[in-house]
Every structure is written in C-alpha cells, then in structure tokens.
C-alpha cells in the first residue's frame, strides 16, 4: 500500500512535520498545502532536493484536490503562540482558520485518518470532531504526546538515564491543567521506590523525585523555548511523526493523544490525553487506567477547564 500523507499550513510546525517525515522514510507522498503559495513551493522544493537520500518517493506543494488518497492528514495551520501567551487565548483566532480549511480537507480526503496539531489542540480537536462528519476514530489530537517526551527527557536527566528506560505519562490538558499520574512512574520496569532502592545497593545515592518541580519544568519548557528562538517545533514534529508511524504500522500502540471522551472516569463531551490505542484505523478504545483517587480529580478538573473554553468560544 502506497503511504500518502497530507500537510495543511507549512509553518515553522508544517514544514518541519514534512522534513522529519522524510528523514525517517515514514511516507511514499507528502502533499504540502498552504496559503502562502510562494511559502509553501519554496519549502517543498528544499526539501525534495534531499530525496535521494530518503527513501520518500515525493514531495510537492499542492492545493486540496491533491489530497485525494491520503491515509492521513496533519492540520498545523493557525497562528502561532507568542511569547507569553498561553494555548487557549489563541483559541477562536485558530477555531475560525480551522473552520475554514475543514470543508476543502474532508471533501477530497474523507477516508483519511486527522491529526490535529494546532493549539489549542484538545479545542480544535474537539471542534473539529463536531463539523467535520469525519467518524471520532479517525480523528487525533497531538495531545500530550509532546509533554510525555519532555517529561521523560527531564527524568532521564534527573536519574541519568536514557529516556527510552522511563515509563511515564502525561495526562489531560496540553497546557496549564495537565498532570503526570505518579502512580505509573517507573524506570526499568521498577516502581520508583524499587529503583531509588536498587540504586542506593548499587552504591549510587540519587535525590528524591520532586514532583512539584519536574510537573512545572514540563508545562514551561514549551515557552522557554518559544521565548528563546520563537517558536517550537522539532520536538512536536518527531512526535507527530511516532504518532504517522503506529497509525502505518498497525501495532495497536498505546499514546496519549487527545480524542473524545465517553464517560471514561466520569467525563463525557470533551477531547483530551488519555491512553488511546493507536492503529491504522486511526483510534481504538480508551485503556481504563487505574488512576489514584487524586489523579482522577486532576483529569475531571483538565476536563473542565477545557469545557469552559469550548463554552465561551463559537464553532
């Protein structure tokens, strides 16, 4: 089977979404799509002079009509986050431009699996859920796939490990209200408890696990780095790039990406991170995790604060 993927918006997130695709070899054919006609020729032109190197047959700039066939398309368009500027305040400027690329997307694509990457993601996801027709399955937000790496990248450096060795998970919000279930934190398949005791045999005395520190590195490292260069976007394309990979690769990979709840700890009608398979289907079921009473607390109360903003907005 011939694997086609789809870009809407060849921003600084798009256009790295597209190199990193080619770099792994994840599609056949990469179709890049964006307003900004002369932006978008010059971005794929630059990287298709790489191909030879790349096992991607082809990539172009297009318009909605070459989407036909895709397995999967990414949405990035949108305006950026500014320094200081929180996900949800670009709310309904990014509902509106998502509003308008929909019906064009979904006419030539209707069969495709959606990731949507635009902030803020869970609310675009969700909007996008309720205009689009395209069946909940196959329709992805990003999520906290984003926050679970750098959770892990700071653990790993925390612990002086490799990060591949941590299993931990963000949950909720992408953005203010996500929290990490401690509950499931494990390093080479030991609870926490058991590392810091099999490390203190070993002769190596490491400090204690500040929660409270490690969660506020995970939700402010996005804007140090947007405060820093601008914008980001590696680690958020490498992600979406996992994400493609277990969608072709139909491993029923288990992500916290950001679907549509349904009753799931008591929360219904609204998207957010939660375990969610992932296959070529797009989405399966939610896995029931056994979250402590507290960690269910926090995911009712992401919930809310995002069901107060798909309130306040217009879709």
């Known amino acids: 089977m011939k694997k086609k993927i789809t870009i809407v918006g060849a921003g600084a997130v798009g256009s790295t979404i597209a190199y990193t695709l080619v770099v792994k070899g994840v599609?056949?054919?990469?179709?890049?799509?964006?307003?900004?006609?002369?932006k978008v020729l010059g971005e794929a032109l630059d990287i298709r002079q790489g191909l030879p190197f790349s096992s991607t047959e082809s990539i172009y700039a297009g318009d909605y009509?070459?989407?036909?066939?895709?397995?999967?398309?990414?949405?990035?368009?949108?305006?950026?986050?500014?320094?200081?500027?929180?996900?949800?305040?670009?709310?309904?400027?990014?509902?509106?431009?998502?509003?308008?690329?929909?019906?064009?997307?979904?006419?030539?694509?209707?069969?495709?699996?959606?990731?949507?990457?635009?902030?803020?993601?869970?609310?675009l996801t969700y909007v996008f859920t309720k205009i689009s027709g395209i069946p909940e399955k196959r329709i992805i937000g990003s999520g906290t796939v984003l926050d679970t790496l750098r959770l892990r990248a700071r653990l790993a450096e925390y612990y002086k490990t490799d990060s591949k060795d941590i299993i931990a998970y963000v949950l909720g919000e992408h953005g203010d209200s996500s929290f990490v279930p401690w509950s499931m934190f494990n390093i080479d398949g030991l609870g926490y408890k058991q590392y810091m005791q099999y490390k203190e045999q070993?002769?190596?005395?490491?400090?204690?696990?500040?929660?409270?520190?490690?969660?506020k590195y995970m939700?402010?490292?996005?804007?140090?780095?947007?405060?820093?260069?601008?914008?980001?976007?590696?680690?958020?394309?490498?992600?979406?790039?996992?994400?493609?990979?277990?969608?072709?690769?139909?491993?029923?990979?288990?992500?916290?990406?950001?679907?549509?709840?349904?009753?799931?700890?008591?929360?219904?009608?609204?998207?957010l991170s939660y375990f969610t398979v992932v296959n070529c289907d797009g989405t399966g079921s939610n896995l029931m995790?056994?979250?402590?009473?507290?960690?269910?607390?926090?995911?009712?109360?992401?919930?809310?604060?995002?069901?107060?903003?798909?309130?306040?907005?217009?879709?």
């Open 202 to 215: 070993m002769g190596s005395l490491l400090p204690p696990i500040d929660e409270e520190d490690i969660e």
């Open 289 to 315: 995790a056994k979250l402590t009473p507290e960690e269910e607390e926090k995911l009712r109360h992401s919930a809310d604060c995002l069901k107060k903003i798909i309130a306040s907005v217009e879709f």
């Open 27 to 38: 599609a056949d054919e990469i179709v890049m799509i964006d307003i900004n006609e002369e």
């Open 65 to 123: 009509p070459d989407a036909v066939d895709s397995n999967i398309v990414i949405i990035t368009s949108g305006v950026a986050r500014k320094p200081g500027q929180t996900r949800l305040e670009l709310a309904q400027t990014n509902i509106n431009i998502l509003k308008s690329i929909t019906p064009n997307i979904t006419k030539y694509a209707p069969d495709a699996v959606y990731i949507i990457v635009s902030n803020p993601v869970d609310i």
């Open 219 to 271: 939700r402010t490292s996005g804007g140090k780095v947007i405060s820093r260069k601008g914008a980001t976007f590696y680690a958020v394309s490498l992600s979406v790039c996992h994400i493609c990979e277990c969608i072709f690769n139909n491993l029923d990979s288990v992500l916290t990406v950001s679907t549509m709840m349904h009753g799931e700890h008591g929360i219904e009608d609204v998207c």
